[in-house]
């Protein structure tokens, strides 16, 4: 029997490390060492992942000298690692006791490099709010040379495949071979990831079955003060990518992409940061000055909205961010009040 390695980044979940560990050494499939990577947790983590590497033998806890975030957690992980298989979950997150003999089965009847199952995003801690994330794919099996025609463009801006490293069963050798360094990002390390990846697989498989449960909460302004840079560091890195592949068709994407991305975190400082006009005139005004919004609307269309920001004065992105801000703001409070009595 194939022996899977499930890496558990861990920073600070006490309140839901339980259940992602009883979801793991209670699956079906036993053959399984569980490699939970402490990364600096302040709070009671470390203890209680201690106390259930005490009655398991297959958790093995690694503590990281300094917090580095989950990509390098991640790393630690593969690098400690002894099975054909890998894994990767959140500390938040929970799977279905069935999830990782599904998941071998499919990828090793099909011999693939990856097999990528269902995912349900879990909104509060009743479960009261949940809905399928996964896209249903329309094929069973994906190989190159169409896997990479075709399906690298859903890490430049289209969604045809999925993006993160959730709900996945990978094989060892090719996370090997592929040798992706860890990154330091707060928003879309997931992303890099993947598409760092997708070169060396071979072949991808899927199955419609559940294997994820997904507890989610949004990166916002608030949250992720550094959401804004992390897009146009990975907008340069994509830029790479495409020179590096003769990629080009994923161009205008990521172009749009990026002023998407402008005009989302713009909003947010309106809505949940509060922002005053003034204070977001300054913002858009500093922030237009970075040259990567020039090279970002050369050469692209405007679509129905005007979305390519250089070619709209300040003025006129502030008050159009301002008329979206009174509805917006209305619908974010109401999502609000819902989330905290779910939770209360």
């Known amino acids: 029997m194939d022996k899977i390695s499930v890496i558990i980044p861990v920073y600070n979940a006490e309140k839901f490390i339980a259940q992602c560990i009883f979801s793991l050494i209670n699956q079906t499939y036993k053959n399984i060492e569980i490699i939970a990577v402490n990364d600096c947790s302040k709070d009671n983590s470390l203890a209680l992942l201690n106390k259930y590497a005490e009655a398991d033998k297959?958790?093995?806890?690694?503590?990281?000298?300094?917090?580095?975030?989950?990509?390098?957690?991640?790393?630690l992980g593969l690098a400690k690692s002894t099975g054909q298989y890998i894994s990767y979950v959140d500390a938040d997150d929970w799977l279905p006791l069935n999830a990782l003999a599904i998941l071998l089965d499919k990828i090793q009847k099909e011999k693939a490099d990856m097999v990528t199952g269902t995912i349900v995003r879990i909104a509060d801690k009743h479960g009261l709010i949940k809905h399928n994330y996964t896209p249903k794919?329309?094929?069973?099996?994906?190989?190159?040379?169409?896997?990479?025609?075709k399906y690298y463009i859903s890490f430049f801006g289209v969604s045809n495949l999925t993006i993160s490293?959730?709900?996945?069963?990978?094989?060892?050798?090719?996370?090997?071979?592929?040798?992706?360094?860890?990154?330091?990002?707060?928003?879309?390390?997931?992303?890099?990831?993947?598409?760092?990846?997708?070169?060396?697989?071979?072949?991808?498989?899927?199955?419609?079955?559940?294997?994820?449960?997904?507890?989610?909460g949004g990166n916002t302004s608030v949250s992720n003060p550094t959401y804004l840079e992390d897009i146009k560091k990975q907008y340069r890195i994509k830029e790479q990518i495409i020179a590096e592949y003769?990629?080009?068709?994923?161009?205008?994407?990521?172009?749009?992409?990026?002023?998407?991305?402008?005009?989302?975190?713009?909003?947010?400082?309106?809505?949940?940061?509060?922002?005053?006009?003034?204070?977001?005139?300054?913002?858009?005004?500093?922030?237009?000055?970075?040259?990567?919004?020039?090279?970002?609307?050369?050469?692209?269309?405007?679509?129905?909205?005007?979305i390519a920001v250089k070619?709209?004065?300040?003025?006129?992105?502030?008050?159009?961010?301002?008329?979206?801000?009174?509805?917006?703001?209305?619908?974010?409070?109401?999502?609000?009040?819902?989330?905290?009595?779910?939770?209360?």
């Open 58 to 75: 297959r958790i093995t806890v690694v503590n990281q000298d300094t917090n580095k975030g989950p990509s390098h957690a991640r790393t």
């Open 137 to 149: 794919m329309n094929v069973e099996i994906i190989e190159q040379p169409e896997l990479f025609d």
């Open 165 to 216: 490293t959730s709900s996945k069963l990978y094989k060892r050798e090719v996370l090997i071979k592929a040798n992706i360094p860890p990154n330091n990002f707060r928003y879309g390390e997931d992303l890099m990831f993947s598409m760092l990846l997708h070169p060396y697989l071979t072949k991808i498989t899927f199955v419609d079955d559940v294997v994820y449960y997904y507890r989610y």
């Open 246 to 306: 003769k990629y080009y068709k994923a161009l205008p994407y990521i172009k749009y992409e990026l002023i998407k991305h402008f005009y989302f975190y713009a909003l947010e400082l309106l809505i949940k940061d509060n922002y005053s006009k003034n204070k977001l005139r300054k913002f858009v005004l500093k922030e237009l000055n970075d040259e990567i919004y020039t090279d970002a609307t050369r050469g692209i269309k405007l679509d129905e909205k005007g």
């Open 311 to 344: 070619e709209r004065n300040v003025d006129e992105i502030v008050n159009s961010l301002y008329a979206k801000k009174m509805k917006e703001r209305i619908i974010y409070r109401m999502k609000r009040i819902v989330f905290y009595l779910l939770n209360f």
